[in-house]
């Protein structure tokens, strides 16, 4: 046997939201929903889907590598330099790049317990090791995470809101959080879901890239209803991207991806309907739970973390009958699952199924 590398030896492979075909196929089942990835229900918008019908005789070409349109459109929407935005095959790729270019065995990453599993998955990939700081109130403890920062410390994951409990961190305490942390560490603020937030008080990150080593990460997978076809990116200072540029790969963003990003990004109508239409099945959500007398955390995002007794059996109930929930027992906690806020039949229909189980 040829002996892979010993970081391998600490990566537990990443486990998915169920794919809907999946359960289809391997429980016999015709009518399945998945509330398990935190994907956009109402799907991708229709410019994207027009712009992408007219470039598929175009796949023998390879894409452009620089993706010179959608950088231009990025750069102008947010009003950055090109040269401050890197795009990637997923935001997956820009943290995966992150790893790449700023960890050596040895450094450590400070992050969440809770929080998004890929920032693990990265360090753990390159040598480094994790430094986790424990939620309060389902919320990050930016006070706590300065005791974990240590001189191997390189970077510093703040997943905002976070995934998988949908609490958010305010400007003010993310100011006074930059203002203190010590020369040579670099801040990831990952901006998977911002565009769901209405609170004020969320950050103006992009404001504060040119005064602080920070990387800002977003995504069209979430509210742009692309993930299929895997495009996010980063921002951050000039010469933090070009690192980043060194460790990418040619042709990283594929062809339809690169060219329905732009055309979303022009669709604000997609963009509002869907925010509203989210808010307004989360408001419903957190009425349902009152009415059942059920704990759930306030979400700032397209899921919500719910209170039940036992998630591996809620969510092996609730997929037997056709909806793909996703169990909190894989981020450690037990007693929740994490539910992706579907159309208003998905969501009846999710309702029906948890009462059924007696959940
Ligand atoms: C917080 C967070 N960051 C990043 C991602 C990855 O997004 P992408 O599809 O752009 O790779 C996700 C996806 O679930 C997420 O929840």
């Known amino acids: 046997m040829i002996k892979a590398r010993d970081a391998l030896t600490k990566i537990k492979p990443y486990v998915p939201g169920k794919p809907i075909e999946e359960v289809k196929r391997e429980l016999g089942l015709d009518d399945v929903i998945k509330l398990a990835s935190n994907e956009n229900p109402y799907g991708p918008s229709k410019k994207a889907l027009e712009i992408i ?59 969440a317990d809770v929080t998004f599993s890929e920032y693990e998955f990265g360090a753990l990939l390159m040598g480094a090791k994790v430094k986790k700081v424990p939620l309060k109130d389902f919320t990050h403890d930016l006070e706590a995470f300065y005791n974990y920062i240590d001189d191997n410390t390189k970077l510093i994951y703040i997943c905002n809101p976070n995934n998988p409990t949908g609490t958010m961190v305010t400007e003010v305490e993310l100011i006074e959080f930059l203002e203190k942390i010590p020369k040579g560490v670099l801040v990831v603020l990952d901006e998977a879901y911002a565009e769901y937030v209405a609170d004020t008080s969320y950050p103006n990150s992009l404001g504060l890239i040119n005064k602080y080593p920070l990387v800002v990460l977003r995504t069209f997978s979430k509210i742009y209803g692309l993930a299929g076809l895997r495009v996010g990116f980063g921002i951050a200072q000039k010469e933090i991207i070009a690192n980043l540029e060194k460790a990418r790969e ?102 029906q199924v948890f009462d059924e189980i007696g959940g």
């Open 250 to 351: 040619p042709f990283n963003v594929n062809l339809l991806g690169q060219v329905a990003a732009v055309r979303a990004l022009d669709d604000k109508e997609h963009l509002e309907y869907s925010f509203r239409e989210n808010a307004k099945a989360r408001e419903s959500f957190y009425q349902e739970c009152q009415k059942r007398d059920i704990k759930y955390v306030k979400s700032h995002t397209n899921f919500v973390l719910m209170q039940v007794e036992d998630a591996d059996t809620i969510f092996n109930k609730m997929l037997k009958k056709g909806v793909i929930v996703r169990s909190g027992s894989v981020f450690g906690l037990n007693r929740f699952i994490r539910v992706t806020l579907g159309s208003i039949e998905q969501m009846q229909r999710f309702w």
């Open 53 to 111: 019908d007219s470039y598929l005789t175009n796949l023998n070409l390879y894409p452009d590598g620089r993706a010179f349109e959608l950088k231009t459109a990025l750069s102008n929407y947010y009003q950055v330099q090109e040269e401050e935005i890197i795009v990637g095959n997923g935001s997956d790729e820009v943290i995966k790049l992150l790893s790449e270019a700023y960890l050596n065995p040895g450094d450590n990453i400070v992050q």
